[in-house]
């Protein structure tokens, strides 16, 4: 089974792509040195795929620090995009989600609810860097809903749900089917078989 390093702090994020990508035969693991995740620095930018594109550089420094730069090393970059709040939280969904929360966004909502999420995903073969997005739309609840899943997923509706449930009343597997994450991972995994990696 072929082995890819997720670097990131997220659980939520490493269950998803290993509920998408095991089952291909792809072991998914924390990227981790002397046991632990390691910082890195998120530059402050409007736009997903500079946020990707700055944390893979930082990742395959660290890879080469270690000497393992023939290993493979993904990271990706998320954010919800509500469009009776133009580009909000977008980039800055991290910082918003701990500042007001899904409570806060509900507040801020009014009858235009749709919205979508996006994800870059970048990922280091080994020898190249490579870049994946996928997009989700859906719209925003009237209240959370579900214990399921992380951040905004108990807010968020996908167009393709049945019976309106949110990404939190789903199983890992429901929400990768749809989501702006399992698209874009789904993307890698086609470029992973086709290049024969
Ligand atoms: P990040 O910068 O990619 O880690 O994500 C930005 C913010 O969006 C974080 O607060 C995440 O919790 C949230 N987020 C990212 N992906 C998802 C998702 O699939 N569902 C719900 N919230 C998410």
């Given at each position: 089974?072929?082995?890819?390093?997720?670097?990131?702090?997220?659980?939520?994020?490493?269950?998803?792509?290993?509920?998408?990508?095991?089952?291909?035969?792809?072991?998914?693991?924390?990227?981790?040195?002397?046991?632990?995740?390691?910082?890195?620095?998120?530059?402050?930018?409007?736009?997903?795929?500079?946020?990707?594109?700055?944390?893979?550089?930082?990742?395959?420094?660290?890879?080469?620090?270690?000497?393992?730069?023939?290993?493979?090393?993904?990271?990706?970059?998320?954010?919800?995009?509500?469009?009776?709040?133009?580009?909000?939280?977008?980039?800055?969904?991290?910082?918003?989600?701990?500042?007001?929360?899904?409570?806060?966004?509900?507040?801020?909502?009014?009858?235009?609810?749709?919205?979508?999420?996006?994800?870059?995903?970048?990922?280091?073969?080994?020898?190249?860097?490579?870049?994946?997005?996928?997009?989700?739309?859906?719209?925003?609840?009237?209240?959370?809903?579900?214990?399921?899943?992380?951040?905004?997923?108990?807010?968020?509706?996908?167009?393709?749900?049945?019976?309106?449930?949110?990404?939190?009343?789903?199983?890992?597997?429901?929400?990768?089917?749809?989501?702006?994450?399992?698209?874009?991972?789904?993307?890698l995994?086609d470029y992973l078989?086709?290049?024969?990696?």
């Amino acid at each position: 089974m072929a082995t890819l390093n997720f670097l990131t702090g997220n659980s939520g994020k490493l269950t998803e792509a290993q509920t998408l990508l095991s089952p291909l035969g792809w072991e998914i693991q924390f990227f981790e040195i002397n046991g632990e995740v390691p910082e890195i620095v998120e530059p402050q930018s409007d736009n997903l795929t500079t946020v990707a594109l700055a944390k893979i550089a930082q990742g395959v420094e660290l890879l080469a620090s270690q000497g393992r730069l023939q290993e493979s090393l993904l990271v990706e970059d998320s954010g919800l995009f509500i469009d009776a709040l133009p580009q909000f939280p977008g980039v800055y969904s991290a910082h918003v989600l701990k500042s007001i929360g899904c409570d806060g966004i509900l507040r801020l909502l009014d009858e235009e609810r749709t919205a979508h999420f996006l994800t870059v995903a970048a990922l280091w073969t080994g020898e190249a860097v490579e870049v994946f997005v996928g997009r989700c739309d859906g719209s925003i609840s009237m209240e959370m809903k579900g214990e399921s899943g992380f951040g905004y997923d108990p807010i968020f509706i996908p167009d393709e749900s049945q019976n309106g449930l949110t990404f939190a009343e789903m199983t890992s597997e429901e929400k990768s089917a749809y989501s702006h994450r399992g698209r874009a991972l789904r993307a890698l995994f086609d470029y992973l078989n086709d290049d024969g990696a």
